[in-house]
């Protein structure tokens, strides 16, 4: 067998690659981009959320989410640190973000314009992720692999918390409902978004559920949130923005109506709410600590010199 | 009823520094960093939220309340926690000169007569010690590092030095809390703790600042500029909602 038959035979055996093990460039590609566009997602997405650390409506609210966003900003660390284990380093992954090269998750490029956003992250967008990862929990190459298990558990806790903000508002005054609701309106579609195109217009699928980098399709993805999501919406008692949406009982599904693909493509373009902000933001915080980075890496080293004299 | 007054000082510190660490949350100048402020933003928010919690249950509000819906000439935190972060220097410098007298005062208040506030102490020393450690190394690092870091970390300490007076001001409520063995003398504080700065400064090569003049009023309500836009931002929603459970 030629090394090529070999790696897709371990692969199919359920294999898992490992950083030092032979892989074709494709496959090591295909991983950098996946697991950098996640890493760099986590990274963008703590700015919609520590856009309301510091006006949380309480103290305990204020302790949990400055938490979850430590967390993303963990697990921004250790996704880096597994695409590193492809030959590719963290300098170069972040300037590719900032050139525009890599892309991160679009949800991001949507405004946190309330609270009850907070809630419908955790709830919405937190659940449209686990539902991701969890699948990515049995992806062929390792690293990845196991930092999604770990990524998984805390994301849990995320979405229990995002779901028990917005129910304390669905319990609460008029306009803490309506502030629910209006979260619920715009992050919807969004959230269903990101699961990405239609399985017939995916690019890199065939090759990705090959190799097990995908291990479901976009769709049946969708789907399951759907499946998953509606009855949790109608227990707090809010309408999702779908007039097509339906129990049907045929396919055991629910049905639901056609995304707009045409904000999809605009908003993955860079014509998104927020998409120069965020990048602005990041690129701004890159710049600014340039001296404080480089000095870290002066000290180190003048001491490294005073050690070894 | 003394103690609650002084239970807000020590509150009002934490929460107020934490609030402005939480705003480099997403921003700090590499990602570890940007972990680590969050981290330090978290513990004393914790420390606050103890603080809190016990002053208000001594005056009939809870900690939100206390937070929340107080206006900026009642707040009684020390000047030095509202400065702006500014840039990562004036970030640490002001981390740095806050840090080694919290840890002073908690070994002192570990001691207090009062257990509850015995016990809430002991928890943040722990905490503390880990903030203090990571400031040091900053004032090294940027201290000793290249010729712009060392600047901006001078001008950061000459910045900031005219608001550490009032660390150890000793008034009427510190001295009675100091009598009643529920509080520290501060003013005993600041020997160690100017010890502790000039050596680390020396090391880091910076020089301590020489201005004698300090600015005081934190503790008794009259703050700078800067408190009543932290409040206005923090503040928000409940001013805004009246009432509503959040």
């Not at chain 1, 314009?113 to 449209?128: H, Q, R």
């Not at chain 2, 400031?135 to 005219?162: K, N």
Request: charged content about 25%.
């Amino acid at each position: 067998m030629t090394p090529d038959e070999l790696f897709q035979d371990r692969i199919d055996r359920g294999i898992k690659i490992e950083p030092k093990d032979y892989m074709p460039e494709g496959y090591r590609k295909t991983l950098i981009r996946q697991i950098s566009q996640h890493a760099h997602s986590e990274v963008v997405g703590q700015l919609p959320e520590g856009n309301w650390i510091t006006r949380a409506p309480s103290l305990r609210r204020k302790a949990i989410l400055l938490a979850k966003v430590q967390d993303e900003a963990g697990h921004g660390l250790y996704l880096y640190s597994a695409a590193e284990t492809l030959g590719v380093s963290r300098e170069q992954m972040i300037a590719d973000l900032h050139s525009g090269k890599a892309k991160y998750s679009s949800i991001f490029n949507y405004p946190t314009l309330t609270w009850a956003d907070i809630g419908a992250i955790g709830w919405l967008v937190d659940g449209a992720a686990i539902i991701n990862q969890i699948a990515l929990c049995r992806c062929s190459y390792g690293p990845y692999a196991r930092a999604m298990v770990r990524i998984c558990k805390e994301e849990s806790f995320h979405q229990r918390q995002g779901y028990e903000i917005l129910l304390t508002l669905c319990r609460g005054t008029k306009e803490q409902k309506a502030m629910a609701q209006d979260a619920l309106n715009r992050w919807w579609w969004p959230s269903l978004m990101m699961f990405g195109p239609h399985d017939s217009e995916s690019t890199h699928s065939e090759q990705s559920t090959k190799w097990k980098i995908k291990i479901v399709s976009n769709d049946a993805l969708r789907q399951k949130f759907v499946d998953q999501t509606v009855p949790q919406g109608e227990y707090l008692g809010l309408t999702f923005p779908d007039p097509k949406l339906r129990w049907n009982a045929a396919r055991g599904h629910y049905d639901f109506g056609e995304i707009d693909w045409d904000e999809f493509k605009n908003v993955i373009q860079g014509n998104g709410p927020c998409n120069r902000d965020r990048l602005r933001a990041r690129i701004a915080a890159h710049e600014q600590g340039a001296w404080v980075r480089e000095a870290a890496l002066a000290y180190a080293k003048k001491h490294e010199k005073r050690a070894a004299a | 009823m003394s103690l609650p007054e002084y239970l807000l000082r020590l509150g009002d510190n934490a929460l107020i520094l934490s609030q402005r660490l939480a705003e480099w949350c997403g921003h700090g100048p590499v990602l570890e960093e940007d972990i680590a402020l969050t981290n330090v933003a978290l513990d004393l928010l914790g420390q606050a939220r103890l603080w809190l919690g016990y002053a208000g249950e001594l005056t009939g509000r809870d900690e939100d309340q206390l937070a929340f819906l107080r206006d900026a000439g009642e707040f009684r935190n020390v000047l030095l926690v509202e400065q702006p972060n500014r840039d990562f220097a004036h970030t640490m410098a002001r981390q740095f000169f806050f840090d080694v007298w919290h840890g002073l005062l908690l070994e002192k208040l570990s001691a207090s007569k009062d257990e509850r506030i015995g016990g809430i102490a002991a928890k943040a020393l722990k905490e503390v010690a880990y903030h203090k450690h990571r400031a040091t190394d900053w004032i090294l690092r940027l201290g000793d590092g290249t010729g712009e870091s060392h600047a901006r970390m001078q001008q950061a300490a000459d910045d900031l030095w005219m608001y550490t007076g009032e660390l150890f001001e000793m008034d009427a409520l510190e001295g009675e809390m100091h009598q009643a063995g529920v509080g520290c003398d501060l003013a005993a504080l600041h020997e160690p703790w100017l010890n502790e700065v000039s050596r680390i400064f020396r090391e880091a090569t910076l020089e301590v600042p020489k201005q004698s003049w300090m600015q005081r009023g934190g503790k008794r309500g009259i703050h700078s500029e800067h408190l009543g836009y932290i409040l206005a931002e923090m503040q928000f929603l409940q001013r805004a909602y009246p009432g509503a459970k959040w």
